[in-house]
C-alpha cells in the first residue's frame, strides 16, 4: 500500500515541480545523488530511525524511482492533444533521470547483498537466483536507457537509433513487474498480508498500462491511418486537376 501513497504523491510533484526541472535539472540529479549518497551510508554505518525510514521504503526499496519510471511510462499513453501531455512531455526526459539516478543506489546495495549469497552455492534458493538473474539484465537495459536520456547523448546519436533504444523501456518496465512478483510473492502465497497488498498494487499499476498502453497504440494506428487516407485523397486531387 506504500507504493499507491508515493505514486499519489510523486504524480503530484511531478505536476508542481514542472517548471523548476525544466528549468533547472541539475539541481533534481545532484538531490538525488545525495539521496543515493546517504542511502548507501545508512546501509553500511546507520542512521537516525527519522532519516532512514522514509530511505528504506523510497530508496531500498526502490519505490520512489518506481512511481517516476511509472509516471514516464504513463506519459507516453496520454491523448497527445490533452493538457497533461503536453505539460508533462518536455520534461519526460528529466523524469527518467532522476528515477535512474535514485535506481542505482538501489541496485549497488542489491547487488552487494545478493552476489555472496549467489556465489555460496548451498545458501541459495531457485528464486534468489531467478531475482538476481532478473536483476543483471533490470541494470543492463537500466544503464543504457539512463544513459541515452541525457540530451548531449540523444544529439550524437542517429534519430532512428535512439528511438529503437529508448523502446527498450517497454521490456524494462515489464521486467521490473517480474521482479517484484519474484521478490513478493513467496511472502504472498505463504499468507504475508503487506506482500499480498503489494502485489495487488503493482499489478493494478502494470495491468492498467499495458491497456492504457494498447489503446494509445491503436489511437495512434487509427490516427496514422487516417492521415494516410487524407494524403493519398489530396494527392488523388491534384491529379485530377493537373
Known amino acids: ?49 527519522a532519516v532512514w525510514s522514509p530511505l528504506f521504503v523510497l530508496v531500498q526499496k526502490c519505490e520512489l524511482a518506481l512511481a517516476l519510471f511509472t509516471v514516464v511510462m504513463f506519459i507516453g499513453c496520454l491523448s497527445r492533444e490533452g493538457r497533461a501531455y503536453k505539460w508533462l512531455k518536455p520534461v519526460r526526459s528529466e523524469l527518467s533521470i532522476v528515477a535512474w539516478f535514485l535506481s542505482l ?16 552455492a548451498g545458501a541459495v534458493s531457485s528464486n534468489v537466483v531467478a531475482s538476481f538473474a532478473l536483476a543483471v539484465v533490470l541494470l543492463v537495459l537500466l544503464v543504457v536507457l539512463g544513459v541515452t536520456s541525457f540530451a548531449f547523448v540523444k544529439k550524437r546519436m542517429r534519430t532512428d537509433t535512439w528511438k529503437r533504444v529508448q523502446k527498450l523501456a517497454y521490456p524494462f518496465f ?29 499489478s493494478i499499476v502494470f495491468v492498467a498500462y499495458g491497456l492504457t498502453r494498447a489503446g494509445r497504440a491503436l489511437a495512434d494506428g487509427h490516427e496514422a491511418a487516417a492521415t494516410a487516407r487524407s494524403a493519398a485523397a489530396f494527392s488523388d486531387e491534384l491529379e485530377v486537376v493537373s
Open 174 to 202: 515489464a521486467l521490473v513487474y517480474v521482479h517484484l512478483l519474484l521478490m513478493l510473492l513467496p511472502s504472498a502465497l505463504h499468507g504475508g498480508a503487506a506482500s499480498s497488498a503489494s502485489v495487488a498494487v503493482y
Open 105 to 120: 543506489g538501489h541496485m549497488a546495495v542489491y547487488l552487494e547483498n545478493y552476489l555472496p549469497r549467489l556465489l555460496d
Open 1 to 49: 500500500m506504500d507504493f499507491a501513497i508515493i505514486l499519489a504523491a510523486t504524480v503530484a510533484a511531478c505536476f508542481a515541480l514542472r517548471n523548476p526541472l525544466k528549468a533547472c535539472p541539475l539541481a533534481f540529479y545532484l538531490a538525488a545523488i545525495a539521496v543515493d549518497v546517504l542511502y548507501v551510508y545508512g546501509v553500511f554505518f546507520g542512521l537516525p530511525r
